[in-house]
Antibody, heavy 124, light 108 residues
């Protein structure tokens, strides 16, 4: 059974960088079958997909236009986790942040597994 | 970007009733890569339906879904008290992946 455990700060100052990690158990982050995403949820934006990383002979990333340019998603094979870095945080980035797993092609699926979510508040 | 519009925003119903939720896409969702999720307060979304009409593992048979192209629906046939929640559709055909705004199903 796949389990995803999130960690990171609950409060971030404006203009600072948010760093979150999602530690995976039950599967390798470098598996060819999974794509690892970050999704956030706020009253103003609803559920918003931020980006994903996946491995198939090499690592690839795909970012949402809404955050492209200030987002970085990376995988750490040694620690079996993937991470989110979001730069230049503003109060509009206040949200619950989730990590989530989907299946890659050819047996593509939506998000079957989710982390527990972390409420991140941007405030001075 | 595919925009998903869900309707209605809120439904007030009694246990045992049948309900149908709608999800309309701004462009065709190819391969029927449309999912439905249920979310309860304080929890992450739970996958109910994938491929527009296939129930995920462990999802009760009272949940059914269908549609194609730009129009999709989720039906709950006989609301159980545990079904009162918010429901979201999501397309995973095109990047960026997108979600609908949700429909809240509340107890009347």
């Amino acid at each position: 059974q796949i389990h995803m455990e999130q960690s990171g700060p609950r409060v971030v100052r404006p203009s600072q960088t948010l760093s979150l990690t999602c530690t995976i158990s039950g599967e390798y982050v470098s598996t060819n079958s999974a794509a690892w995403s970050w999704v956030r949820q706020s009253p103003s934006r609803g559920l918003e997909w931020l980006g994903r990383t996946s491995f198939r002979s090499r690592w690839s990333v795909d970012y949402a236009p809404s955050v492209r340019g200030r987002i970085t998603i990376k995988a750490d094979r040694a620690k079996n986790l993937f991470s989110l870095q979001l730069d230049s945080m503003t109060p509009d980035d206040t949200a619950v942040y989730y990590c989530a797993r989907a299946q890659q092609p050819p047996n593509e699926t939506p998000f079957q597994y989710w982390g527990q979510g972390i409420l991140v508040t941007v405030s001075s | 970007e595919i925009v998903l519009t869900q309707s209605p925003d809120t439904l007030s119903l009694s246990p045992g009733e049948r309900v149908t939720l709608s999800c309309r896409a701004s462009q065709t969702v190819a391969r029927n890569f449309l999912a439905w999720y249920q979310q309860k307060r304080g929890q992450p979304p739970r996958l109910l339906i994938y491929g527009a009409s296939s129930r995920a593992t462990g999802v009760p048979g009272r949940f059914s879904a269908g549609g194609s192209g730009t129009d999709f629906s989720l039906t709950i046939d006989g609301l159980d008290p545990e079904d009162f929640a918010v429901y979201y559709c999501q397309q995973y055909d095109n990047s960026p992946l997108t979600f609908g705004g949700g429909t809240r199903v509340e107890i009347k």
